[in-house]
């Protein structure tokens, strides 16, 4: 099974940036959905973004719409979150994902591999 490791977290001011990182062990495959979760404390991980390793299928949440873009890299086996406009209320742990793409998903549920995670920290 792949495992992914994230990285890339970090203590940040509102308004500023960040590249979140997700390095696969193998070369998924093809047919794989890449995605990325958030879970702050006390609340439910909650989908932010997602795409298929063709990068033609990319879905956000509305929260992050315009604000953070979700790409990856074939050649190193790496999917990356880069996060501008950072607000507080954008901290919380970071989770990479992976799943067979059969479409859109962005239920905790429908993902059977995951990271550990990377804190997020943005200040007021």
């Known amino acids: 099974q792949v495992q992914l490791v994230e990285s890339g977290g970090g203590l940040v001011q509102a308004g500023g940036s960040l590249r979140l990182s997700c390095a696969a062990s193998?070369?998924?495959?093809?047919?794989?959905?890449m995605g990325w979760f958030r879970q702050s404390p006390g609340k439910e991980r909650e989908f932010v973004a997602a795409l298929n390793w063709s990068g033609d299928r990319i879905y956000y949440a509305d929260s992050v719409k315009g604000r953070f873009t979700i790409s990856n890299d074939n050649g190193k086996n790496t999917v990356y979150l880069q996060m501008n406009s950072l607000k507080p209320e954008d901290t919380a742990v970071y989770y990479c994902?992976?799943?067979?793409?059969?479409?859109?998903?962005?239920?905790?549920?429908?993902?059977?591999?995951w990271g550990q995670g990377t804190q997020v920290t943005v200040s007021s």
């Open positions: 994902a992976a799943t067979w793409d059969t479409g859109p998903r962005r239920r905790v549920g429908e993902y059977d591999t």
């Open positions: 193998r070369r998924t495959a093809s047919s794989y959905l």
